[in-house]
């Protein structure tokens, strides 16, 4: 047997790959791109995915191990996920074997069998008779594999059947039970498309005209514009030429909601993947769209490394959310990598919001991307009246207008619902000695701790750090200690005190902890009713509410004066997603914003124009400064308990970049072959704006490059710099490619 390596991704942080002798025993034919195998790495054992065999290693002899196993005869990774793992970590700059890591399930990434994923199911027999039934519920049980062939035994379980009731029709020959992996249940059809208007008929036309090939699509809608409807009739389109379709959502709160209008559209089975699942059911999730049983995929961001063999179409609604790019480990964005995917397998990819990124609708207005504007809301709703409320020298209660109060009792008293927006959970962001002016702080950041009463503590939310409310000061011993401004929690008190007649709901991350109770309260709130609803920006992301008439906005001049250079941008975008749930159905709605600044002239803009004339706006200036989308940008992040130790790195990236540009600027020159704008601008490093957090400084590096290839190129010798340096073991440091958060 002639010798051979075999080259393998491992999930560390080293930013290359690793040669390893076969099993013993075992011949190169047995290896493919995509196989699981399970090695021997320092003191660890990990699971790895083959990249390739080769006849020679520059690993000596003696430093060469075996692996321990190989874990699969077939390929779990098809070559389609490999090559876009392999872009993704060279964007990034990132390790392979974490990115090929990020794109398993838990359970595969421990070395499971994907026959794990199987369960008891429950199979109708075929060329059975009608049967004579007895009892209600036998013959409700049998009606359901009249619908569909196969059922899992949990899901008849959920519905009320029992044991006895599967075993009577299984004697009678009716059904049979096995093991094998559950569909995805498919809900009796109770939904018809609907008429579209000539805006959406456009965009479904024009889009679908696209499908078989790469064609990228911004979907600007107003909120309530129809959005969803016009993706229910392109799925339509691409499961009847026998495609599966991938749609992301940006976070769990809006999944239960999609998932049963879609179900209710469509008889194929469609599957779910988001963080709310446990291991075996995202594996359960992933084989299913891996085989092609589930046709329709709707995710969160991770959801975009799921196998699909017969992609036809991706789907990202409200395409500007920030939660699509992640924050930590790989920071990768979702909806740029939603964009490689699908042209790499020449699919359209349509990309839905009312208030587009910057990024989105620059590259819509120069041209690069099909551009579809829906301005008109479907159906007899109308825009909702907006108007700036200035609390500068007003007297408040309860930290609302007297006018914006009145406005609240008059939709109350007409049976409809409003709705609060304050940003900030807890009951106050605050605790502070009147007498000292002593306020209480996290210990690990340099954050005020929040004040939370259900239950009682004091919470950092940047880092998790609790602890206990104080009776009296630390410093003075005084009790004269108080909350200062107010949270989610403080407003419902206060709410349910001045309308006592009127339920009021909470609706963060605190009240609503499971999906159970998320579904719960959403019920609750179209069961219809005059109540009042308390939220965070949960309440913000694209649901219906068709009885909110009102809607209250109290905390907008947060995003106004943001040190990061996006910070007008998500302002905008979160009040027009808040605005926009006022008024969707048949009864005319309205928006009051409270504000300190109504002679803001961009918040003015906004209100009188749009977020399309604000956004132009921003891009002008944007254009001036030479900030993205008018240039590519990085940032190099540090953080370690000794401050000196986090500067000190980055200020060796810094020496490092300028010499890296001055060699290369050097050898360009002497071949004649320099062009304008190949170098990188620099900026810092400084601290971040919460220089400390969870104990360890953070400083930062703003990398500014004209030409995308000349920022890759700086960035990759920068990281092979660092991963060199020695005396920076406590430092941790990490590059974000194209960051969303600049604070």
């Not at 706006?617 to 008018?630: A, F, G, K, T, V």
Request: aromatic share 6%.
């Amino acid at each position: 047997m002639s010798f051979f390596v075999v080259t393998i991704a491992l999930p560390v942080p080293l930013r290359r790959n690793f040669d390893y002798l076969p099993v013993l025993g075992e011949s190169r034919e047995q290896y493919q791109p995509g196989q699981r195998i399970k090695a021997e790495f320092g003191r660890q054992l990990l699971t790895g995915i083959v990249i390739g065999t080769a006849d020679q290693t520059e690993v000596p002899a003696n430093k060469l191990k075996p692996l321990l196993e190989r874990l699969d005869d077939e390929p779990l990774v098809d070559s389609q996920t490999l090559t876009l793992c392999q872009w993704l970590a060279g964007y990034y700059h990132h390790s392979l074997g974490e990115v090929l890591e990020l794109a398993l399930p838990t359970m595969l990434r421990r070395g499971c069998d994907l026959t794990e994923a199987d369960e008891k199911v429950w199979l109708k027999q075929t060329n059975t008779s009608e049967p004579e039934l007895k009892g209600a519920k036998q013959q409700s049980l049998w009606q359901l594999f009249q619908q569909q062939m196969q059922w899992a035994h949990k899901e008849l379980t959920s519905r009320g059947y029992t044991l006895a009731q599967l075993k009577r029709l299984a004697e009678l020959d009716l059904i049979q039970e096995s093991e094998q992996l559950p569909l995805p249940a498919i809900a009796e059809q109770s939904s018809q498309p609907l008429p579209l208007n000539s805006e959406q008929q456009k965009a479904v036309d024009q889009i679908g005209s696209h499908l078989g090939s790469f064609k990228p699509c911004l979907l600007e809608g107003v909120t309530g514009s129809g959005k969803t409807e016009v993706y229910l009739q392109l799925i339509a389109k691409a499961l009847a030429d026998n495609k599966q379709v991938l749609v992301l959502v940006p976070e769990i709160g809006l999944t239960p909601q999609t998932v049963g209008r879609f179900r209710a559209r469509f008889d194929v089975p469609v599957a779910l993947l988001h963080s709310g699942l446990n291991d075996r059911e995202r594996l359960q999730g992933w084989r299913q769209c891996q085989e092609g049983k589930a046709r329709i995929l709707i995710g969160t961001r991770s959801a975009i490394f799921t196998p699909l063999p017969d992609l036809g179409l991706i789907i990202l609604d409200e395409e500007h959310d920030a939660s699509f790019k992640q924050q930590d480990g790989l920071r990768y964005s979702a909806r740029d990598f939603a964009l490689v995917r699908g042209s790499k397998a020449q699919v359209p990819v349509v990309l839905g919001s009312a208030t587009p990124a910057l990024e989105t609708l620059h590259n819509a207005l120069t041209g690069k991307y099909l551009h579809l504007k829906l301005l008109r809301r479907a159906g007899n709703a109308k825009p909702p009246a907006m108007k700036l409320h200035s609390i500068l020298h007003q007297p408040l209660t309860a930290g609302f207008a007297q006018p914006v109060l009145a406005k609240m009792q008059q939709h109350l008293q007409n049976g409809k619902q409003v709705l609060v927006f304050i940003n900030r959970r807890g009951f106050a962001p605050l605790l502070a000695c009147r007498q000292c002016g002593w306020m209480a702080e996290c210990r690990r950041c340099d954050a005020r701790l929040t004040l939370h009463q259900h239950p009682a503590h004091l919470h950092c939310h940047h880092c998790d750090f609790q602890q206990g409310i104080p009776g009296h000061c630390p410093s003075c011993h005084s009790a004269d200690i108080e909350p200062v401004g107010q949270g989610t929690e403080k407003v419902e008190q206060q709410l349910q005190d001045l309308f006592t007649g009127f339920p009021v709901r909470r609706v963060d991350r605190d009240s609503v902890r499971s999906k159970q109770a998320f579904d719960e309260l959403f019920d609750e709130i179209h069961n219809g009713g005059p109540c009042i609803l308390v939220g965070t920006q949960m309440l913000a992301k694209g649901h219906h509410f068709p009885d909110v008439t009102m809607v209250v906005v109290l905390d907008s001049d947060s995003g106004l004066f943001s040190a990061d250079f996006r910070g007008m941008e998500h302002s905008a975008q979160l009040i027009l997603q808040v605005a926009g749930r006022a008024g969707r159905a048949d009864s005319p709605g309205e928006v009051w914003i409270q504000t300190l600044y109504a002679d803001h002239p961009q918040l003015n803009l906004l209100l009188d124009s749009g977020y399309h004339a604000l956004a132009q706006s921003m891009l002008q200036e944007r254009n001036s400064q030479q900030l993205p989308p008018y240039s590519f940008m990085a940032l190099l992040r540090s953080e370690c308990e000794d401050r000196h130790q986090a500067q000190q790195l980055l200020q060796q990236a810094r020496g490092f970049i300028q010499e890296f540009q001055r060699q290369h600027h050097q050898q360009h020159d002497r071949q004649g072959l320099r062009l304008a704008h190949e170098g990188v601008n620099l900026m810092g490093p400084f601290p971040a704006i919460m220089e400390r957090r969870a104990g360890r400084f953070r400083q930062q590096l703003q990398i500014f490059a004209k030409e995308r290839a000349a920022l890759h190129r700086v960035a990759a010798a920068l990281v092979q710099f660092l991963e060199q340096q020695k005396g920076f073991h406590k430092v941790r440091w990490h590059l974000d490619i194209d960051p969303l958060d600049t604070l």
